[in-house]
């Protein structure tokens, strides 16, 4: 195995116990075992067990920053063939991705770190809530404006839907 090949197959079973165990309960050790590598090996590509955690967390936080849509998307809107409903849970798809398992599984590691974590408390906060809200409330007062959905207080219901999408599960479901 070469180098590259080593550091990601230790992320990804980082990313893997730490999703089903936690950070906490998670030792170098353990990690080491699910990657058949003695454990000084992964001092070679992270400092220590908190490094690794800051790798998943920006890896998390640059490919969420992917899934924003292009502000033209909500020029896009007038004369949306589907209907709202169908062009809303597309246009929101890429903030859910189901088939991304090592999304899934940083989402769920980003949800239970936030209490110890200052970075996966502002992940929750400004990109999964904030940047959920905000996409959402545009999307909604375009299709206002072209006269596809009528005009109300966009705002509240798009904070209390991405309320509900990112703390109610709707994020891709378990690990």
Known sequence: MSGSQTK?????EAVRLFSEQGYAA???RQIASAVRINETT???YFQNKADLLDEILNTFEDKLSRHVPA????????GIRD????????FFWNYVTRDDLFMRRAFRITCMEQYTSAKARALIRDKLHNEVTENLRRALDELAKCGEIPGFDTYSFAALWATGFIFLGNFGGSR
Do not use: A
């Open 8 to 12: 990601e197959h230790i992320f990804d």
């Open 26 to 28: 998670t030792t170098i």
């Open 42 to 44: 992964i001092y070679i």
């Open 71 to 78: 502000d033209d998307t909500y020029v896009k809107l007038h």
């Open 83 to 90: 209907g709202p409903r169908k062009y809303l849970s597309r």
